[in-house]
């Protein structure tokens, strides 16, 4: 593995955070990755081989609910969407 390329990658989030009723708080947050040169296993026969993959991007949205319903009963709730793709592979481009 030592003469694959290091990865590489640059990375935008933007994030909210606020109060949706007297203790229950809201998070969100909207992310964009690109990174290339990442590592992936194959296995050819009883062979395992290391790659990377061209460039490849995540984009997506987390959202958090958290609170306390009443003196005894607290709540978190918590949702993700990653949305991941390869953008340039010669074997993998276009695919998840």
């Known amino acids: 593995m030592g ?3 290091p990865e590489s990658s640059n990375a935008y989030e933007v994030g909210a955070k ?3 009723f007297d203790g229950i708080t809201a998070d969100i947050a909207l992310f964009d990755i690109h990174k290339r040169n990442v590592l992936y ?3 050819v026969g009883d062979e395992t081989i290391a790659k990377t993959a061209g ?3 995540s984009r997506g ?4 609910l ?4 009443t003196e005894n009963i607290n709540i978190i ?3 993700g969407y ?3 793709k390869v953008l340039e592979d010669p074997d993998y481009a276009g695919k998840p």
């Open 18 to 20: 606020f109060e949706l």
């Open 41 to 43: 296993t194959e296995s």
């Open 82 to 84: 990653t949305d991941a």
């Open 77 to 79: 709730a918590s949702y």
């Open 66 to 69: 958290a609170g306390a319903l």
């Open 61 to 64: 949205v987390e959202v958090d």
């Open 3 to 5: 003469d694959l390329p």
């Open 55 to 57: 460039r490849v991007r």
